[in-house]
Antibody
Framework: QLQLQESGPGLVKPSETLSLTCTVS??????????WGWIRQPPGKGLEWIGS???????YYNPSLKSRVTISVDTSKNQFSLKLSSVTAADTAVYYC????????????WGQGTLVTVSS | SSELTQDPAVSVALGQTVRITCQGD??????ASWYQQKPGQAPVLVIY???NRPSGIPDRFSGSSSGNTASLTITGAQAEDEADYYC??????????FGGGTKLTVL
C-alpha cells in the first residue's frame, strides 16, 4: 500500500522560506504516469493546488504561486520537496502531498497533512 | 479560465439522492475528479475519469459530465456521507485548480 508522509517545521517566520519534504513508501517515485503534487488548505478554507513534479524533474506550478514556489525530487531517497519563499500569514495552512495521476487527472493517494503556521 | 465553481452548501434527507455540481470552462475538455473530506482528515478520492470509483468507495457514489458541468451524485445518502466535497480538474496550461468546495449536510 502506497503511503506518503509530510515532514518539516511547523512554524515559519514571516518573509522566510517554508520547506517541506514528502517521503513515499510502498512504491517508487519513479513510476511512469504519475506526478507528485503539493496541495494546501488554510484553516477553515478550501483546497489549493500548489504544483506537481515528475520523477524526471518536470514541474507545473499554480500561476498564482509560481514566483515563490520550487518543487524538487530526490529519486534516490524516494522523496519530493516543496519550498515556498517570502511567506506571510496567508501561507498558514495544512500542507498535503499526494500522488498525481496526470493522464486521468486525479490525486489518488494523500499524506495525512502537516500544519505550517507563519508567525513571528 | 480554469476556475471551478461549486455551490457552498447542499442538504439531503437521509436515504435520498443528492447531486453536487462543479462548473468551469475546462470541463468541456477534461474530466473532473471528486474528493470527500471529513473534519480533521485528508481528502479522499471518490470519483475520477468518466465515472470511476477507487477500491473501497461505495457504489452509491457516481459521476457524470455535460458541457461545462461535472456532477457527483450520491444515491441513497447515508449519515456518514456528511462531509465537504471538492472537484478538481485541469486546463490546457497544466494548471490543476480545485473548486471551492460544497458542504453536504445529511438531514
Amino acid at each position: 500500500q502506497l503511503q506518503l508522509q509530510e515532514s518539516g517545521p511547523g512554524l515559519v517566520k514571516p518573509s522566510e522560506t517554508l520547506s517541506l519534504t514528502c517521503t513515499v513508501s510502498g512504491g517508487s517515485i519513479s513510476s511512469s504516469s504519475y506526478y507528485w503534487g503539493w496541495i494546501r488548505q488554510p484553516p477553515g478554507k478550501g483546497l489549493e493546488w500548489i504544483g506537481s513534479i515528475y520523477y524526471s524533474g518536470s514541474t507545473y506550478y499554480n500561476p498564482s504561486l509560481k514566483s515563490r514556489v520550487t518543487i524538487s525530487v530526490d529519486t534516490s531517497k524516494n522523496q519530493f520537496s516543496l519550498k515556498l519563499s517570502s511567506v506571510t500569514a496567508a501561507d498558514t495552512a495544512v500542507y498535503y502531498c499526494a500522488r498525481h495521476n496526470w493522464n486521468y487527472v486525479h490525486f489518488d493517494y494523500w499524506g495525512q497533512g502537516t500544519l505550517v503556521t507563519v508567525s513571528s | 479560465s480554469s476556475e471551478l465553481t461549486q455551490d457552498p452548501a447542499v442538504s439531503v434527507a437521509l436515504g435520498q439522492t443528492v447531486r453536487i455540481t462543479c462548473q468551469g470552462d475546462s470541463l468541456r475538455s477534461y474530466y473532473a475528479s471528486w474528493y470527500q473530506q471529513k473534519p480533521g482528515q485528508a481528502p479522499v478520492l471518490v470519483i475520477y475519469g468518466k465515472n470511476n470509483r477507487p477500491s473501497g468507495i461505495p457504489d452509491r457514489f457516481s459521476g457524470s459530465s455535460s458541457g461545462n458541468t461535472a456532477s457527483l451524485t450520491i444515491t441513497g445518502a447515508q449519515a456518514e456521507d456528511e462531509a465537504d466535497y471538492y472537484c478538481n480538474s485541469r486546463d490546457s496550461s497544466g494548471n490543476h485548480p480545485f473548486g471551492g468546495g460544497t458542504k453536504l449536510t445529511v438531514l
